[in-house]
Nanobody, 122 residues
Framework: QVQLVESGGGLVQPGGSLRLSCAAS????????MSWYRQVPGGERELVAA??????????NYADSVKGRFTISRDNAKNTVYLQMNSLKPEDTAVYYC?????????????WGQGTQVTVSS
């Protein structure tokens, strides 16, 4: 059974930091592109950061709005992907989702976590 379980969200003041974790199980984690997305009520889900599968250069990609503040990383031995969020702003408030994606056999394997709320407010 495929599972992506996010944790680490919460309430933080502007300028603060949070570290999100996403623990994966039920699939070959190391072979998947891992990403973090976020969504605000009434808005579309937007890509925040992505990191390549094992065997490729990590070469993380970031949304312009988080460059220099957020860092994505992965530990393939622990089947976990992280998002370190620093210098948080109120506009970072959203539900953050973990995503696993891989193309194989002519199709796509695409998995989502249940999301974790991040609220940046004084």
């Amino acid at each position: 059974q495929v599972q992506l379980v996010e944790s680490g969200g919460g309430l933080v003041q502007p300028g603060g930091s949070l570290r999100l974790s996403c623990a994966a199980s039920g699939f070959d984690f190391s072979s998947y592109l891992m990403s973090w997305y976020r969504q605000v009520p009434g808005g579309e889900r937007e890509l925040v950061a992505a990191i390549a599968p094992a065997g490729l250069s990590p070469n993380p990609n970031y949304a312009d709005s988080v460059k220099g503040r957020f860092t994505i990383s992965r530990d393939n031995a622990k089947n976990t992907v992280y998002l370190q969020m620093n210098s948080l702003k109120p506009e970072d408030t959203a539900v953050y989702y973990c995503n696993a994606l891989r193309g194989r056999d002519g199709g796509w394997y695409n998995y989502w976590g249940q999301g974790t709320q991040v609220t940046v407010s004084s």
